[in-house]
């Protein structure tokens, strides 16, 4: 029901845009977040957004490097990734709560209803 894509690889100091598109869930209801696992290693929070765009929350790590951001009409929620470095190497999976219209914010895993089948990063030193 979630399709993540815009993975790839990139050079340290490059960026990535990350898209999350739904398929049968209206993302305008849902509370969305970010999450990437890298090897070895568990999911973790990334970043997450109200129903409406107008709260937003990052992780300490990401914070001033990524924007996470929805355009309710496509159905579809982005991850813009900037100042990428070999530390942001995963897979980075987008998840949806709800339906709700709560402000949030939502970090942990067993918060999120709905998860798409993740998208690889590859960051190169």
């Known amino acids: 029901q979630l399709q993540a894509s815009g993975g790839g690889f990139a050079q340290a100091g490059g960026s990535l845009r990350l898209s999350c598109a739904a398929s049968?869930?209206?993302?305008?209801?849902?509370?969305m977040g970010w999450f990437r696992q890298a090897p070895g290693k568990e999911r973790e929070f990334v970043s997450c957004?109200?129903?409406?765009?107008?709260?937003?929350y990052y992780a300490d790590s990401v914070k001033g490097r990524f924007t996470i951001s929805r355009d309710n009409a496509k159905n579809t929620v982005y991850l813009q990734m900037i100042s990428l470095n070999p530390e942001d190497t995963a897979v980075y999976y987008c998840?949806?709560?709800?339906?709700?219209?709560?402000?949030?914010?939502?970090?942990?895993?067993?918060?999120?209803?709905?998860w798409g089948q993740g998208t690889q990063v590859t960051v190169s030193s």
């Open positions: 998840a949806a709560r709800g339906p709700t219209y709560m402000s949030g914010p939502y970090y942990r895993r067993a918060e999120y209803d709905y």
């Open positions: 957004i109200n129903w409406s765009g107008s709260s937003t």
């Open positions: 049968e869930l209206t993302l305008s209801t849902y509370y």
